[in-house]
């Protein structure tokens, strides 16, 4: 008896998984590049907010 493919419902095929793999590898790529994209962004809008002249009492 050999039990090393089991013949159930719980079973998938190999495909089935491949592309569960493509997709979380897209879903990570899309999360990474905007993490990227929006990091720098944040932090520039974060510094101009608190060195705006108003806020140092210049205007």
Not at 5 to 34: F, N, S
Request: hydrophobic content about 60%; charged content about 10%; some cysteine.
């Amino acid at each position: 008896m050999d039990l090393s493919y089991p013949a159930g419902p719980a079973a998938l095929p190999k495909h089935i998984l491949d592309i569960w793999v493509i997709v979380l590898i897209i879903l990570g790529t899309i999360l990474i590049m905007t993490a990227l994209l929006l990091c720098p962004a944040t932090a520039v809008i974060i510094y101009r907010v608190r060195t705006h002249p108003m806020h140092n009492g210049i205007v």
